[in-house]
């Protein structure tokens, strides 16, 4: 009895650890950018297709996706980069 309150604990213990809730949450928000993005390409994509008229500004605001889905997953790798160099 005692050891199974024992390994609650230290389950706990681990759960409650700030940095990898931190990473928890890094890795969450990055998985929303990427899924947002791509949403975001296949709404516009869908919008083109609808109206004419309005296909330039939708290709616009996609490439504007693409360019800011580069540069977030640029940073990122970046940080794993710097972290992994100093560790």
């Known amino acids: 009895m005692p ?5 609650c604990v230290s389950l706990f213990q681990k759960e ?3 940095m990898d ?4 949450m890094a890795d969450a928000f990055v998985i929303l950018i990427r899924t947002g993005a791509v949403f975001r390409v296949i709404y516009c994509l869908v919008r083109m297709g609808m109206n004419e008229e309005e296909a ?4 616009k605001r996609a490439r504007n996706t693409v360019v800011f889905y580069v540069i977030a997953e640029s940073i990122w790798q970046f940080k794993e980069l710097i972290l992994n160099y100093y560790q």
């Open 56 to 59: 330039p500004m939708h290709r």
């Open 3 to 7: 050891d199974t309150a024992i390994r």
């Open 16 to 18: 409650a650890s700030g």
């Open 21 to 24: 809730l931190l990473k928890q």
